[in-house]
């Protein structure tokens, strides 16, 4: 059954906004963060409202309360993405913090000098700048998969990479760029049979995919809330609890202890372990509705939705002359439609749109190694989500067209 999508944009206050000319608010900016239904607004309103206390700390009715909603929320997250068990499901504020996550606590644990880390051309700076720091301070090596010129992984060198054994292979299962969503299971596979631990940057595919971390094998999984439809300030990390068991704390502080002596501590239980002081209680009230909200919709119906929208904007765009298309066609991507127009600045083509509310993404969108792969500085960018229609696409297209006529 297809969405009901006139029905779902009234679960979304902001889209019912215009901006300051009067113009309605078309939102295609959704790569960058989603917009939040009343459903996540309201949950998060009533926690404060009713339920506002510490967690894992009091006996009394409220912290009961909150720390029941709490972890409430964790459990819902773990059966979102099919993990084995709630104690897998690290909260944390977001990917960048997820993969910081591993990249201190079992990175530093277990890699030396001359280790290889494999990495792709198409990563996020969120998944390149911790093996960079880490590369600096231990000596590890790094090495890329390269992206061919259709936006794709080019799996034959990656097999090639292989055979140096690298001790973690650490990828994006589907770029915020190109939007292709790379071949998550079969990476996995080689790299298990390589003998390395894997690390999915999963900030992109959570919110538009059926993500089962156990179906993939993947032993950590990274993701944000505020990608989800739900808020900012909270995401998570998943792991494999045999591999988190084994890892050392990352922050210290209260609530990540069992017990503190003058000159020591023992480290809590997971997922307790990984997560020091009072955390987003609000925002991991907002994470589980957001996963309500979204499995209650199915992200099957979801997917098939954006590969509707995704394949009519990338023929539509297609038309336009000097438009040129970054990434994959439609059936190997998600809802991202990154382009440049010939003789005029990304920065230009999205401020001019925005006069018409139309609001899409300019820049190197935290991947500069891939633009520069592309011999482009930045791109513009539109991307899709549930709530956006044809109709809009169309408004795209048409702006598109007004910004080619204001520049001659
Ligand atoms: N990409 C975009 O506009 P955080 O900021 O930690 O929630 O997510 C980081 C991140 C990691 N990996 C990928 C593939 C991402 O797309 C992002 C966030 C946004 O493309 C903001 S730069």
Redesign the pocket.
Known sequence: MTLNVEQIRKDFPILERETQNGARIIYL?S???SQKPAQVIEAMNDYYRRSNANIHRGVHTLAEEATSMYEGAREKIAKFINASSSREIIYT?????S?NLVAYSWARANLKAGDLVVLTEME?H??LVPWHMLEAERGIELDFIPVTEDGLLDLETYKSLLDRRPKLVSF?H????LGTVNPAAEIIRLAHEAGAIVLV?G??SVPHLTVDVQALDADFYAF?A??MCGPTGI?ALYGKSSLLEAMPPFLGGGDMIKEVKLRSFRANTLPHKFEAGTPAIAEAVGFGAAVDYLSAIGMERIAEHEREITEYALDRLEEIPGVRLFGPSAEKKGGVAAFTLEGVHPHDVAQILDRDGIAV?AGH??AQPLHEKFGIPATSRASFYLYNTKDEVDMLVNGIYKVKEMFG
């Open positions: 900016d790569t960058a963060t504020r977001n990917t960048t913090e993969i996020h969120s998944n994006t589907m770029s915020n760029v940057d900030a992109q944000s505020h990608k995401g993404r969108h935290c």
